[in-house]
């Protein structure tokens, strides 16, 4: 079934909402979290990240009639570098939403050279399937029981041509419904401790976490 989905930038209230549709779970995968992951706290607590807009983010909010269902975050502190995130309710999770957001890095068309990284809990196999759906690929990390992925983004043209050829992969790994694409990720991308728990990340590039869910 087509999912018919609105996208736009992300408000307080909208965001809140989207947080308060997300199980204790996914907001644990969303940041990394080991401990109890009350929707009110967590959006208090990470508001900022969640929030965070131009001139050092992007906070697109997509919705489906109206209600909140996916957010994508953009964080960059540092020119060429960023990091990104997405959160899907439960409710709406495997329909698409978080795929279709990522696929806005592409057709934003302006970001091309750009390094960008994610962090997923070891395991968390659905987030793995989209970083990679989208490009991403794994680079060393610090921390124990994370993965970090990284993309150097390609210009449009480029990525078009890497999404055609994807599709004939017969081993590719499939989230949200999208196939696996090859885009180049750089080698010399490294991970840092801290990644993705909604606080400062202080990487070489200085930039805050926003992770992926578990699908």
Do not use: K
């Not at 992969?169 to 696996?180: F, L, M, T, Y």
């Not at 801290?194 to 992770?211: E, I």
């Amino acid at each position: 079934m087509t999912t018919v989905m609105e996208v736009g930038p992300a408000d307080h209230a909208c965001v809140a909402a989207l947080v308060e549709a997300c199980s204790p779970d996914s907001l644990r995968r969303r940041f990394l979290m080991g401990g109890p992951a009350r929707p009110a706290e967590v959006f208090q607590r990470y508001q900022r990240f969640l929030l965070a807009g131009p001139p050092d983010g992007v906070a697109l909010l997509a919705l489906c009639g109206g209600v909140p269902v996916g957010l994508l975050n953009f964080v960059s502190e540092t020119p060429g570098q960023a990091e990104i995130g997405v959160l899907v309710a439960d409710a709406w999770q495997r329909r698409g939403i978080g795929s279709a957001l990522s696929r806005w890095l592409w057709a934003s068309g302006r970001w091309p050279g750009w390094t960008v990284r994610a962090t997923v809990q070891s395991g968390n196999t659905g987030a793995e399937a989209l970083l990679r759906g989208q490009g991403f690929r794994p680079v060393p990390a610090y921390e124990r029981g994370e993965r970090d992925f990284a993309l150097v983004v390609p210009d449009w043209a480029t990525m078009t041509d890497v999404m055609e050829e994807a599709a004939d992969d017969e081993d590719a790994a499939r989230a949200d419904g999208v196939q696996r694409r090859a885009a180049g990720a750089d080698p010399r991308c490294r991970g840092d401790r801290h990644a993705g728990r909604g606080r400062p990340r202080r990487s070489a590039a200085g930039v805050p976490a926003a992770l992926l869910p578990g699908r």
